[in-house]
């Protein structure tokens, strides 16, 4: 194999092109575990970078994809046998170094895990770096004492990939799941998920000169950032705590003291690109056991690297519903 396909993001003055190109092999990064991809997954880091965002990834022309998972096909560090079932989540994939939308991916050795026995190629990018997150949130909320019984957990962007992936994982584990979303007609697909009682976006997103609202919810998982952090700090009830990943709704944290000063409760920042590897193992092998989500087949999209401009798009107006899986192998 002397070439491989991968969709690159030209930047130019007049604006941004996607194609799909044959690549040399030898323009592959220098890293000692080359990957034949099978799968990978959109996030909204990807949605960026594949729109020129120059936060997530400096140069161009480039190859997104922060997430992938394929079979090893040489490790020169030993750590992998060739053949090994694999995959790489986060760390520099698809930033800036080249991502998982490829027929190949070549990255250290310390980026790459062994996929749990239990969890396949594609259920690992099902879930991803969106399932990983969610998956670290109630694990910061548990690590503060929230508990199934203490009262609902409120998810923000529920629809998105990290929202509807906490929202499920949340309800299989018995939590009461009180979801957030812009859509109305997403409701039922919500309540199938698992989620006990809806809010309409503006419910949070707006600023309220009040210093604290009713204390509502033992925790949350905001994927949304600025007034709708805010709202919820202010509605978190005695001890509570919000695991805060994500600003699609702004980047400012217009907060006062008072709910930490009032209310004891916490702020928990969930930072899932460059957490150590032995985080990710841990909680893949959670999504394979007792994690196991019963309906995540099911809130997916299967695309092909073709398929997914429109997909980027609508994800960057928040426009999309649930996860969409990236079928790279054509074997
Ligand atoms: N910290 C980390 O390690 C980490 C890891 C992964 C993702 N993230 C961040 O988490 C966020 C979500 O990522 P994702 O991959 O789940 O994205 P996504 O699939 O695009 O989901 C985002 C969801 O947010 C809601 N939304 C969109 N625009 C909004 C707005 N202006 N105000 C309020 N809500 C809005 C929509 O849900 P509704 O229509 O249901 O409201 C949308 O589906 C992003 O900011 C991403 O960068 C952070």
Known sequence: MTTYR???????????????????????PD???LIRV???SLNYKDALSANGHKGVSRYYPHTPGIDAAGVVERDRSGQFQPGTQVAVIGFDLGMNTQGGFADYVCV????????????NMADSM???????????????LIETGVRADDGPILVTGATGGVGSLAVHLLSTLGYKVTAVTGKTDAHDWLGQLGATDILPREALSEPDPKALRPAQFAGAIDTVGEH????????????????ACGIVGGTALPADIFPF???GV?????ASADAPLDARTRVLAKYAGLWKLPLLNAMCDTLTLDELGPRIDAMLSGNIQGRALIRIAQD
């Open 6 to 28: 991968a969709l690159r993001i030209h930047l130019t003055e007049e604006g941004v092109t996607r194609a799909l190109e044959d690549r040399a092999m030898s323009e592959l």
């Open 31 to 33: 890293h000692d575990v």
């Open 38 to 40: 099978h799968w990978s």
């Open 108 to 119: 250290p050795a310390d980026w790459v895990v062994t996929l749990p026995t239990g969890l």
């Open 126 to 140: 099902r879930l991803g770096t969106a399932g990983v997150t969610a998956a670290y949130c109630l694990e910061k």
């Open 228 to 243: 709708t952090l805010v709202n919820i700090l202010k509605s978190l009830r005695f001890g509570g705590s919000v695991a």
């Open 261 to 263: 000063i009032l209310r």
């Open 266 to 270: 916490n702020l928990l920042g969930v």
